[in-house]
């Protein structure tokens, strides 16, 4: 018991000491385009259509593979969905898989949030949360809604699916709280939603 004691409290002094750099040091959207204003754009697109080769490349390998050998592409056991990534150098199927249980209660990140005992404000203010998983959320889920009707979640792809699970990880880290028990670490922060795949 003292020692899960001991763990939550470092827990809990590590995310102050994280939120409470990363709201000091959050950038404005001027201060994002100035950073980005000294990228090499040329390369980092040069790098990007190369990472996406691959990708593709392995993943045609690994579907290929999946026929040949009777491999499962996607499929839910127990609650999480895994999906078919590449084949490992020996020849072994590799997956991405979901999980993510009972992460904003065991974070505590209620603890930085206002009124929440560390006499802090830190609810994702000026941030943006960028999530891959097998799917997207929704949109118009009501928890991603800010003030005035500002919609602070969107898909950064085209052609991903819904994905329960992806709503759930997006909404522990955004939800704002319609539903109380469903407030997520940072209430304020702005997320971005991807499908896994490449």
């Known amino acids: 018991m003292q020692l899960i004691k001991h763990n939550n409290m470092k827990n809990i002094l ?4 994280v939120f409470v750099f990363s709201i000091s040091y959050a950038q404005t959207k001027q201060q994002k385009q100035q950073i980005t204003s000294n990228y090499d754009i040329e390369k980092l697109l ?11 490349e ?16 996607k499929f839910k056991k ?7 990534q590449r084949v490992s150098k020996e020849g072994k199927p590799l997956y991405y898989r979901t999980t993510n249980l009972n992460a904003a209660k065991t974070t ?17 203010q000026n941030m943006t949360a960028f999530v891959w998983d097998g799917g997207i959320a929704r949109v118009t889920h009501q928890e991603y809604d800010g ?5 602070r979640f969107s898909a950064g792809g085209d052609g991903a699916t819904l994905s329960d699970h992806s709503a759930h990880v997006m909404g522990t880290i955004i939800a704002s709280g319609v539903v109380s028990a469903a407030k997520g670490m940072a209430p304020q922060a702005y997320g971005v939603g991807y499908d896994w795949n490449n």
């Open 14 to 17: 590590l995310l102050v000491l």
């Open 46 to 56: 040069e790098m990007s259509n190369s990472f996406s080769q691959q990708y593709q």
């Open 58 to 73: 392995e993943k045609d390998e690994a579907l290929r593979l999946a026929v040949i050998n009777n491999w499962k592409v």
């Open 78 to 84: 127990d609650g999480v969905f895994y999906e078919l």
């Open 108 to 124: 505590r990140a209620n603890q930085l949030h206002s009124g929440g005992g560390l006499g802090l404000n830190v609810e994702g």
């Open 147 to 151: 003030a005035g009707g500002t919609d």
